[in-house]
């Protein structure tokens, strides 16, 4: 990073450093949920299209697990790094990058290893259905066998947005986006001379797309990020930095895989009611991205900048992080909630879904999008407390909206539907339901955490 980005992190008004900071990070995180749902649209036009999209839907938990590893290793470094700069450590910031790239290795071999033995087992788990399992374990061995894309470009966008360079992470990240894109029908339906790869050629363009994101914002580090030294001896393993990355960032991949979960448990519980029930579920899910991690772009600004801020001590400037990340985030979440509750029957007409299916998404939009608002709160708040080196209570917050208060509510009203699909809106409110209870939640955790760690600065 440049002095110039560094005096702008301590310096700039917090309303419009979070702006300038943020806009490029959402529009990133928007375009990362570009990918699944660009290859939903496509494969819903396919022969079978309802059963394609039931067999993405199945392999999607671990394609958020894949995610959640990388932005998990990266949220560390991000908090590790912004910190060590505000502190102006120079040595110790290129140490946490060169230990990242390390990280990133490692985890790219264990989703390599998935690939080649975990996957049949992992998709026959949750169907019977002999041809989505087998277009679900074709899909999804190919993105696992190739993961260093998504890996590591979890890691250095990370890095460049640890370090301000927020527009760089963006247009590696649209890069990656407009390819896949680009080859999702030319490899699905088999156009310009390549053959029809179904849902296969739907897991090879999102693997080249990542590949690309990742390529070009490697070169944006190496060219860019002057504030990092980038000698290999910041490569080699130091125990006491990895355990500070993961201090922080095993409370962010644990929400983030969370996610994965939440989502492998909704199959399952959906699945023995009705097939539909999973396909309208795991569509909607996507659609929903879009606004979630628009949020949670605007979380990934609130922590480098609070935490830069609490590297220099600048109570002031922590608290008006905090202010203005709560407020920007239920801007987003209010928008969303507006577009769903207006747009979601057009939204929904884009795929091709049998009529049953079809309604039943458009009622998992307006229903549950009542509970985007109270979402914004504890996605905004765990911002702040990853800022603040409070990791475990930005898992609490995770464990609750995701798990405790999700999956054992879902299955109690699954019982109330039994084989009638015109009830299918009483699940739906599971999820209104776990992010009232949450945010209640994250408010109270708030005010201990500005108690024990701000009011004392």
Same mark, same amino acid.
């Given at each position: 990073m440049e002095q110039k980005s560094i005096q702008k992190m301590g310096t700039a008004p917090i309303k419009k450093l979070m702006l300038s900071m943020g806009f490029p990070v959402i529009l990133s995180m928007m375009l990362q949920a570009l990918y699944n749902i660009v290859d939903s649209a496509f494969v819903s036009n396919m022969a079978d299209g309802e059963k394609a999209l039931n067999a993405l839907t199945l392999a999607f938990p671990v394609q958020m697990l894949m995610v959640a590893a990388g932005i998990g290793t990266g949220v560390g470094v991000n908090v590790l790094l912004a910190k060590s700069l505000g502190g102006q450590n120079r040595e110790k910031a290129s140490m946490v990058a060169g230990?990242?790239?390390? =990280? !990133?290795? +490692?985890?790219?071999?264990?989703?390599?290893?998935?690939?080649?033995? !975990?996957?049949?087992?992992?998709?026959?788990? %949750?169907?019977?259905?002999?041809d989505v399992s087998g277009m679900a374990v074709r899909y999804l061995r190919i993105c696992c066998i190739c993961p260093v894309g998504?890996?590591?470009?979890?890691? @250095?966008?990370?890095?460049? *947005?640890? /370090?301000?360079? /927020?527009?760089h992470s963006t247009a590696a990240q649209v890069s990656g986006a407009l390819t896949n894109i680009i080859l999702d029908p030319i490899m699905i339906y088999g156009l310009l001379g390549c053959p029809a790869l179904g849902v296969?050629? $739907?897991?090879?363009?999102?693997?080249?797309?990542? #590949?690309?994101?990742?390529?070009i914002a490697l070169l944006f580090h190496f060219k860019s990020n002057k504030s990092i030294d980038k000698a290999p001896r910041y490569i080699r393993?130091? $125990? &006491?930095?990895?355990?500070?990355?993961? $201090?922080?960032? +095993?409370?962010?991949?644990?929400? *983030?895989? =969370?996610?994965? #979960?939440? /989502?492998?448990?909704?199959? +399952?519980?959906?699945g023995r009611t009705d097939e539909?029930?999973?396909?309208?579920? !795991?569509?909607?899910? &996507?659609? *929903?991205?879009?606004?979630?991690?628009? $949020? @949670? !772009?605007?979380?990934? /600004?609130i922590t480098p900048i609070v935490s830069f801020s609490h590297g220099t001590r600048n109570k002031e400037r922590i608290a008006d992080g905090i202010r203005y990340g709560i407020l920007y985030t239920l801007i987003i979440m209010v928008i969303g909630t507006l577009v769903l509750e207006i747009f979601s029957v057009p939204i929904c007409s884009v795929f091709k879904l049998s009529g049953v299916t079809e309604t039943l998404c458009i009622s998992a939009a307006r229903i549950i999008s009542i509970g985007f608002v109270f979402a914004?709160?504890?996605?905004?708040?765990?911002?702040? @407390?990853?800022?603040?080196?409070?990791?475990?209570?930005?898992?609490?917050?995770?464990?609750?909206? %995701?798990?405790?208060?999700?999956?054992?509510?879902?299955?109690? @009203?699954?019982?109330?539907?039994?084989?009638?699909?015109?009830?299918a809106w009483i699940v739906w409110l599971t999820f209104p339901i776990a992010e009232i209870i949450t945010a209640a939640i994250a408010v109270g955790l708030m005010f201990?955490?500005?108690?024990? &760690?701000?009011? +004392?600065?």
């Open positions: 230990n990242a790239i390390f =990280l !990133g290795a +490692v985890i790219t071999f264990v989703f390599l290893l998935f690939g080649l033995f !975990g996957v049949k087992p992992y998709i026959t788990s %949750q169907t019977a259905n002999s998504v890996i590591f470009f979890g890691i @250095f966008e990370k890095l460049l *947005q640890a /370090t301000g360079l /927020t527009t296969a050629g $739907a897991a090879y363009a999102t693997v080249i797309g990542q #590949i690309v994101s990742f390529v393993p130091q $125990a &006491k930095l990895i355990k500070g990355i993961y $201090a922080i960032g +095993v409370p962010a991949m644990i929400a *983030q895989a =969370l996610m994965s #979960i939440m /989502t492998y448990g909704i199959n +399952v519980i959906l539909a029930l999973v396909t309208a579920y !795991g569509l909607y899910y &996507k659609i *929903q991205q879009f606004i979630l991690f628009a $949020a @949670f !772009g605007l979380r990934d /600004t914004g709160i504890s996605v905004a708040l765990q911002g702040v @407390f990853q800022a603040l080196g409070c990791g475990v209570a930005s898992l609490v917050l995770s464990v609750c909206r %995701q798990l405790i208060f999700v999956l054992p509510v879902a299955w109690m @009203f699954t019982r109330f539907i039994a084989s009638n699909l015109g009830n201990k955490i500005y108690r024990d &760690k701000i009011a +004392v600065l």
